[in-house]
Each structure stands twice: as structure tokens, then as C-alpha cells.
């Protein structure tokens, strides 16, 4: 059965700066393409940034990029989104997906996802 963990979520002022971590277990990690997505109350589900199965091919989205970092250690089945320069509009709940076999990068596209972690921006 296929488990993705969350966690790192949090209050953060505008500006500063949060670390998510996904566990994940299930299902045989470096072979996926691993993939954030956020959804704020209201909004449309919204990719946030993909990683490649070895970690080289990346993808972000344009509202995200220059500020978000994914990586991912696949020792430890384990993906990461560094958050730097957080701004208001960044704040949701934010999942840790698998992206479908065969799916681009970027597609958002995705087969599991975890129950996320909520992000808060506020002063």
C-alpha cells in the first residue's frame, strides 16, 4: 500500500522560509517521478514542482520558480521542497504526489498523493 507522509508545515511570515519533507513507502521509489502540488480554499489544485526518478530533470512553476527547490533522497525514499521568499499567495495545503508513469514533467499528472501539510503565510 502506497504511504506519502507529509510534513514541515507551518506559520511563516511573508518572506521567510519552510522546508516540506515527504516519506514516502509502498511502492518502489526511485523508479517515480515525484511531484508537490498545493490547493488554497477555493482554488483549483495547482502543480507546484517535479522532480526527476535520479533527481536531474526538474520542473517548477512559473509562480514558484527562483524561490522553490525540490529534491529528493532516494536512500531514504524521501522528497523535499525548500520554500524561500515565501509570499501570502503561496499559502495552502500542500501534497507530496507520484506522478503517473509516463508522465512528463510538468504534466500534473499524478497516480497517489499524501494528505498534505498545511502552509500559512501571514504577519
Known amino acids: 500500500e502506497v504511504h506519502l507522509v507529509e510534513s514541515g508545515g507551518g506559520l511563516v511570515q511573508p518572506g521567510g522560509s519552510l522546508r516540506l519533507s515527504c516519506a514516502a513507502s509502498?511502492?518502489?521509489?526511485?523508479?517515480?517521478?515525484m511531484s508537490w502540488f498545493r490547493q488554497a480554499p477555493g482554488m483549483e489544485r495547482e502543480g507546484v514542482a517535479d522532480?526527476?526518478?535520479?533527481?536531474?530533470?526538474?520542473w517548477y512553476a512559473d509562480s514558484v520558480k527562483g524561490r522553490f527547490t525540490i529534491s529528493r533522497d532516494n536512500a531514504k525514499n524521501t522528497v523535499f521542497l525548500q520554500m524561500d521568499s515565501l509570499k501570502a499567495e503561496d499559502a495552502a495545503m500542500y501534497y507530496c504526489a507520484v506522478a503517473r508513469l509516463g508522465a512528463g514533467l510538468g504534466a500534473s499528472n499524478y497516480t497517489y498523493w499524501g494528505q498534505g501539510t498545511q502552509v500559512t503565510v501571514s504577519s
Open positions: 522532480i526527476s526518478r535520479g533527481g536531474t530533470g526538474l
Open positions: 509502498g511502492f518502489p521509489f526511485t523508479m517515480y517521478t
